[in-house]
């Protein structure tokens, strides 16, 4: 938590490189098996670092990995991101879909119904 808090609003050469460093120590928990450590860092990344050059394909990228892993409220808390923050970004469109899917998996008929229908809204 020091870093994500010590550093979040200090310039953007060091906010960069901060977040840089966050992105990094949350892979590494990943890959040694540290999942539930991993979750908390990339989530501390998202609350601290939101306007991070690298932070909409950050969350793309998770919310995908967790569809493959079939971790459908993650994956919907990661597009979720995308849908709520990023709005101006490529993969909004595809988080929009995504977020329908994960909670038509889930069985939240209220949430998928709202996802639908604002990718339809915006994109047909």
Wanted: net charge negative; with cysteine; charged share 25%.
């Amino acid at each position: 938590g020091y870093l994500a808090e010590r550093f979040s609003d200090k310039g953007s050469t060091i906010t960069r490189i901060a977040g840089d460093e966050l992105l990094r120590l949350a892979s590494s928990e990943r890959d040694a098996g540290a999942i539930a450590r991993s979750i908390q860092l990339y989530d501390m990344f998202f609350e601290y670092y939101p306007t991070h050059y690298n932070a909409a394909v950050q969350a793309f990228s998770l919310g995908a990995r967790a569809v493959k892993q079939e971790d459908w409220e993650l994956a919907a808390r990661f597009y979720g991101h995308i849908a709520n923050l990023y709005t101006n970004h490529t993969s909004y469109a595809s988080a929009l879909h995504s977020l329908s899917v994960c909670y038509d998996k889930m069985g939240n008929e209220a949430e998928y119904e709202k996802y639908k229908n604002n990718f339809r809204n915006h994109f047909w």
